[in-house]
């Protein structure tokens, strides 16, 4: 029972990762196309709109923080891998799980945090725009959240014993049945 509710789970986490992947990307290209506007608009058409910057840094924010989910959901830590290479293999699965909670623990926090953050942000105005910074400040409870699911799928995934992500530009196959 376990094993097919954690095999679910996993399903879900792939398919929030893979569309936050498609997410992050997106906003990779909106950005690129962006600053390509503002050095066109500023060196060749001679009127230089200085909103671009603005709005690339916004955009360029959302995007660094929706790929902290993906990373979660990958176990794709930067340094954290090598700590593992000094404890024994049976240590290490302890030390993942300590990991995940200390990791869980800090998105929490952050998604807490930044949701008062957020409704601060509704009544402060972007310098150039004149936009509210809600949106801006959103990336904070939005990406912590996310990477709070991320992680607690990572740590269902390694007590069930599933096999880690692989990486894949296709769709996940939600419909796929795994056999126990």
Same mark, same amino acid.
């Given at each position: 029972?376990?094993h097919?509710?954690a095999?679910?789970?996993?399903? !879900?986490g792939?398919?929030l990762?893979w @569309?936050?992947?498609?997410?992050?990307? $997106? &906003?990779?290209? =909106?950005?690129?196309?962006?600053?390509?506007?503002?050095?066109?608009?500023?060196?060749?058409?001679?009127?230089?709109?200085?909103?671009?910057e603005e709005?690339?840094r916004?955009v360029?924010?959302?995007a660094?923080?929706?790929a902290?989910?993906?990373?979660?959901?990958?176990?794709?830590?930067?340094?954290?891998?090598?700590? !593992?290479?000094?404890?024994?293999?049976? @240590?290490?699965?302890w030390?993942?799980a $300590? &990991?995940?909670l =200390?990791?869980?623990?800090?998105f929490?926090?952050?998604?807490?945090?930044?949701?008062?953050?957020?409704?601060?942000?509704?009544?402060?105005?972007?310098?150039?725009?004149?936009?509210?910074?809600?949106?801006?400040?959103?990336?904070?409870?939005?990406?912590?959240?996310?990477?709070?699911?991320?992680?607690?799928?990572?740590?269902v995934?390694?007590?069930?014993?599933?096999?880690?992500?692989?990486?894949?530009?296709?769709?996940?196959?939600?419909?796929?049945?795994?056999?126990?």
């Open positions: 029972m376990f097919q509710t095999v679910a789970i996993d399903r !879900f792939a398919l990762n @569309l936050t992947e498609r997410v992050c990307a $997106l &906003l990779v290209a =909106v950005m690129v196309v962006i600053i390509w506007w503002g050095v066109i608009t500023r060196y060749f058409i001679g009127t230089g709109g200085i909103w671009t709005l690339s916004y360029m924010i959302w660094a923080l929706l902290i989910p993906v990373g979660a959901y990958r176990r794709e830590h930067i340094g954290l891998d090598i700590l !593992f290479r000094f404890f024994p293999q049976k @240590l290490q699965k030390f993942r $300590l &990991l995940d =200390v990791g869980f623990s800090f929490l926090f952050l998604t807490i945090y930044g949701i008062g953050m957020t409704q601060a942000g509704a009544s402060q105005f972007a310098t150039i725009f004149g936009m509210t910074m809600f949106f801006p400040f959103a990336s904070v409870p939005v990406s912590a959240g996310l990477a709070c699911l991320q992680i607690l799928v990572a740590m995934r390694d007590l069930a014993e599933l096999p880690p992500p692989l990486f894949s530009m296709s769709a996940p196959n939600i419909a796929a049945q795994e056999k126990p």
